[in-house]
C-alpha cells in the first residue's frame, strides 16, 4: 500500500471521471434527483473508507520518509564535491537531493571493497560510507573477512539524528 502514494496525484481525475460517468449514465430528468443520487450512492463508500488511511499509518509516512530529504540536505550543505557514497538504501536520494554520486555497496564483491576505495581516491574523488543503522551489521556481514574497511571499528565522520539513524564513515578514519 505504501507505494499506491505515487498514484495520489491521479485520484482526483479518477474520483471527477468516476462521479461524471455516474451522472451521465442516470436517465433521470431532473439534475437535481441525478446528482443526489450520485451522492448517496458514493458518500457510504467515502464513509467506510476513510477509517482506513489512518489504520494503515500513511499519514505518518512522511516522517519517516523524511530521512532521505534531511540527509540528502545535510551531504550537499556540508560534504564535498567530489565526495562519492558507498550506499545502498540512500543511493538514489543522495544522487537527487545532494547531486553526489553514488555505487551501491550490495553490489560489490566483498573482495572489492578496498580496491574500490582506492580507485575512487585515483579518481580524484573523496569516498565515504554512508549507512543506515540496520545496514550497518549487514555491511560487516559481508565485507569484515574481506576487508579492513568492512568491520567499521572507527568513529563515524557524523551522526545523523534521523529514524533510523544515518552514519557517514569515512574511510581514511580506519587508517588512524
Same mark, same amino acid.
Given at each position: 500500500?505504501?507505494?499506491?502514494?505515487?498514484?495520489?496525484?491521479?485520484?482526483?481525475?479518477?474520483?471527477?471521471?468516476?462521479?461524471?460517468?455516474?451522472?451521465?449514465?442516470?436517465?433521470?430528468?431532473?439534475?437535481?434527483?441525478? +446528482?443526489?443520487?450520485?451522492?448517496?450512492?458514493?458518500?457510504?463508500? %467515502?464513509?467506510?473508507? &476513510?477509517?482506513?488511511?489512518?489504520? !494503515? $499509518?500513511?499519514?505518518?509516512?512522511?516522517?519517516?520518509?523524511?530521512?532521505?530529504?534531511?540527509?540528502?540536505?545535510?551531504?550537499?550543505?556540508?560534504?564535498?564535491?567530489?565526495?562519492?557514497?558507498?550506499?545502498?538504501?540512500?543511493?538514489?536520494?543522495?544522487?537527487?537531493?545532494?547531486?553526489?554520486? +553514488?555505487?551501491?555497496?550490495?553490489?560489490?564483491?566483498?573482495?572489492? %571493497?578496498?580496491?574500490? &576505495?582506492?580507485?575512487?581516491?585515483? !579518481? $580524484?574523488?573523496?569516498?565515504?560510507?554512508?549507512?543506515?543503522?540496520?545496514?550497518?551489521?549487514?555491511?560487516?556481514?559481508?565485507?569484515?573477512?574481506?576487508?579492513?574497511?568492512?568491520?567499521?571499528?572507527?568513529?563515524?565522520?557524523?551522526?545523523?539524528?534521523?529514524?533510523?539513524?544515518?552514519?557517514?564513515?569515512?574511510?581514511?578514519?580506519?587508517?588512524?
Amino acid at each position: 500500500w505504501s507505494f499506491l502514494r505515487f498514484l495520489l496525484p491521479a485520484f482526483p481525475a479518477m474520483l471527477a471521471l468516476v462521479a461524471a460517468g455516474l451522472l451521465r449514465s442516470l436517465t433521470w430528468p431532473s439534475s437535481w434527483l441525478r +446528482t443526489w443520487a450520485v451522492v448517496l450512492i458514493l458518500m457510504p463508500f %467515502l464513509a467506510f473508507r &476513510i477509517g482506513r488511511p489512518i489504520t !494503515l $499509518g500513511i499519514f505518518g509516512v512522511w516522517q519517516v520518509e523524511r530521512r532521505y530529504v534531511d540527509t540528502g540536505t545535510y551531504v550537499r550543505l556540508n560534504m564535498p564535491e567530489n565526495a562519492v557514497f558507498l550506499s545502498m538504501q540512500q543511493s538514489g536520494s543522495l544522487r537527487y537531493y545532494a547531486d553526489r554520486l +553514488t555505487i551501491r555497496w550490495d553490489y560489490l564483491e566483498p573482495e572489492w %571493497l578496498d580496491r574500490s &576505495i582506492d580507485v575512487l581516491k585515483d !579518481l $580524484g574523488l573523496k569516498p565515504y560510507f554512508l549507512l543506515e543503522e540496520p545496514e550497518e551489521s549487514y555491511f560487516r556481514g559481508r565485507f569484515s573477512a574481506a576487508s579492513r574497511l568492512g568491520s567499521l571499528n572507527w568513529k563515524a565522520h557524523v551522526q545523523l539524528a534521523t529514524d533510523p539513524v544515518v552514519r557517514i564513515y569515512d574511510p581514511d578514519g580506519a587508517r588512524r
